[in-house]
């Protein structure tokens, strides 16, 4: 079974500053990760995937995750926050098949 | 353009109305799913389906139905809803190739039952 731990469900940052998001997983299988951004009043758009091609993953919007099997990590950084960074972040798992399993979520908020 | 739709995005109703949230994408994906969005819960699958007459139930089935009559869309039916179901809903589809692969999301329909 596969589940995710996304410690933190509100992050604050100062605009500029280091963004850090965190997500452990559990899998029985060898993971593939994501992570999602939501902005509000919009669906879930694909940041960033690992698929074990590379342990560094870079995405859109400047943000990057790298995958630690030995922490079972998969957490999101950018190096300097921007103001439309606020939004709600989720890391998944994929499950059997097609299946995405979700952390509960971390909503990001950059203060000016 | 490529994408999920889905409608309504808002819906308030009221308990034991059968309703239908409807969903469709243009990608040509075999494999589409429902999800509903919680707070502190992140999204729990409903159900899915791997292709056309082809279902399944997800982790959070109960009260819902589905069908997949033709591979675009993907209705998800509340034949009689309750308050518990108040809640994001979210309609996702992916190629089926297997567990690297990414979904791709409606916007969102927000349910109120009362």
């Known amino acids: 079974a596969q589940s995710v731990t996304q410690l933190g469900s509100h992050v604050s940052v100062s605009e500029g500053a280091l963004v850090l998001l965190r997500c452990n997983y559990s899998?029985?299988?060898?993971?593939?990760l994501f992570w999602y951004v939501q902005y509000p009043n919009q669906g879930l758009q694909l940041l960033l995937k690992?698929?074990?091609?590379?342990?560094l993953v870079k995405g859109i919007n400047g943000f990057e995750a790298e995958f630690k099997k030995s922490e079972t990590s998969f957490h999101l950084t950018k190096p300097s926050a921007h103001m439309s960074d606020a939004a709600e972040y989720f890391c998944a798992v994929s499950g059997g098949g097609n299946k995405l399993v979700f952390g509960a979520g971390t909503i990001l908020r950059v203060k000016s | 353009e490529a994408q999920v739709t889905q409608n309504p995005r808002y819906l308030i109703t009221v308990t034991g109305k059968k309703l239908t949230v409807t969903c469709s994408q243009n990608?040509?994906?075999?494999?589409m799913s429902w999800y509903r969005q919680d707070p502190g819960l992140g999204l729990r699958q409903i159900y899915y389906s791997m292709n056309v007459e082809v279902t399944d139930k997800g982790d959070v089935p109960e009260g819902y139905k589905v069908s997949r009559k033709e591979k675009r869309n993907f209705p998800l039916i509340l034949e009689s809803p309750s308050p518990n179901q108040t809640s994001l809903y979210f309609c996702a589809s992916s190629f089926n190739r297997g567990r690297n692969t990414e979904a791709f999301f409606g916007q969102g329909t927000r349910l109120t039952v009362v």
């Open positions: 990608m040509n994906h075999e494999y």
């Open positions: 690992y698929t074990s091609a590379a342990t």
């Open positions: 899998s029985s299988v060898p993971p593939y």
